[in-house]
C-alpha cells in the first residue's frame, strides 16, 4: 500500500464539495446560518470553518501527488465532521441539518477515505 490515493477522483470529488461548502459559508444561506446557531457556535467564529475548509480541500487535492497528505486531509475532515455531529447531539439539535448536511458528509467523508484506500 502507498500513501498516495489508489485513485485521484474521490479526494478531487471531497475536495469540490468542501471547497463548494467554504463558498457557501462566506455568506451563509439560512441553513448554514440555522445549522451554525443550533449548536451554539458563535457568530464570531464562523470564519474559522471556512479556513478550516478550504484548507482541507487542498490538502486533497495536494494530495494526490504528495504521499500522505490526501489521507491525513481526508482523517481532519473527518474528525471535523465527528466533532459537528458531537455538537448536534450535545446541543440537541438534531433536525434535517444533522441528519442531511452532518451526517452526509461524515458519511461522504468516511467513503472517500475507504475509496482513496483500496480502488
Keep these: 500500500m502507498t500513501a498516495l490515493p489508489a485513485a485521484w477522483w474521490p479526494p ?3 475536495a469540490l464539495v468542501l ?3 467554504a463558498a457557501l459559508s462566506a455568506r ?4 448554514i446560518r440555522e445549522c451554525l446557531d443550533g449548536v451554539g457556535f458563535p457568530r464570531d467564529w464562523w470564519w474559522t470553518l471556512i479556513v478550516i475548509k478550504a484548507l482541507a480541500a487542498a490538502g486533497l487535492v495536494v494530495g494526490i501527488w504528495t504521499p500522505g497528505v490526501a489521507v491525513a486531509a481526508n ?3 473527518i474528525a471535523y465532521f465527528c466533532c459537528a455531529a458531537a455538537a448536534h447531539l450535545r446541543a440537541r439539535s438534531l433536525g434535517s441539518a444533522f441528519w442531511v448536511n452532518c451526517l452526509g458528509m461524515l458519511t461522504l467523508s468516511m467513503a472517500v477515505l475507504v475509496l482513496s484506500l483500496t480502488l
Excluded: S
Excluded at 451563509?28 to 441553513?31: I, L, V
Design 12 to 14: 478531487v470529488l471531497l
Design 28 to 31: 451563509p444561506p439560512r441553513f
Design 75 to 77: 482523517v481532519g475532515v
Design 19 to 21: 471547497a463548494g461548502d
